[in-house]
């Protein structure tokens, strides 16, 4: 069963948005930084190409107790050993499950609540929502927080929200019972990747020790 824990703070990595800086790069930083998990998301890369990365930052993850999730390719995820995968609702989803195995991670992207209960049904461990729309996702349209409560109240499984988060308003992603972030541009966009990430985590962890207390189920 999946700690929702480990779901706090995931880093996607991006090649095209930190030039000088690959996927492992931006992967080490994100382990260094505090990152609690760490989704690998490469569409410019064919499987061949992508399947010895995978297989190298399952590695990396595992050494450092780091959640390990490869974007889209599910076959990739399996013969990379990844702790998991996350597909959306363009991927095939009947029967993700049954090939994943029960040991590892199902995410799936979701818009609302029938959608959320859909996955749910196909076995989901955890929710995918938009919260803002961003040049990253400009297939997903969000709905702000609003849709993370949507989503949270629909199904009792953790929910993780992506698109346009940051610093300034993680909170209300959190608030709106989110058990955790995704984070793309404001990690892999900044001129020190490692430094964002350990803000990032500070902020969590604040709100954690603070009076409002524990927002994971």
Not at 93 to 106: I, K, N, T, Y
Request: hydrophobic residues 45%.
């Amino acid at each position: 069963m999946l700690d929702p824990r480990l779901l706090r703070l995931m880093i996607v990595t991006s090649g095209m948005l930190a030039p000088g800086h690959g996927h492992c790069a931006l992967a080490d930083a994100a382990i260094d930084g505090g990152a609690t998990a760490v989704q690998l998301r490469a569409p410019e890369l064919s499987d061949p190409e992508l399947l010895p990365l995978a297989a190298e930052l399952a590695d990396r993850c595992a050494s450092h107790g780091v959640l390990f999730i490869v974007n889209d390719r599910l076959e990739v995820a399996i013969a990379s050993r990844a702790d998991g995968v996350h597909l959306g609702q363009s991927d095939d989803l009947v029967g993700a499950r049954e090939r994943l195995g029960s040991d590892r991670a199902l995410g799936i992207s979701v818009a609302g609540p029938s959608q959320a209960r859909a996955a749910r049904a196909m076995g989901a461990d955890y929710l995918g929502v938009t919260v803002w729309s961003t040049p990253t996702k400009p297939e997903a349209s969000g709905r702000g927080p609003a849709g993370i409560g949507d989503v949270h109240r629909a199904v009792p499984i953790p929910v993780v929200g992506i698109g346009g988060i940051n610093g300034e308003n993680l909170g209300e992603v959190f608030d709106a019972g989110a058990s955790g972030i995704a984070v793309i541009s404001a990690v892999a966009g900044a001129a020190d990747p490692e430094t964002a990430t350990r803000h990032l985590r500070a902020l969590i962890d604040r709100r954690e020790a603070g009076p409002r207390g524990a927002t994971n189920r």
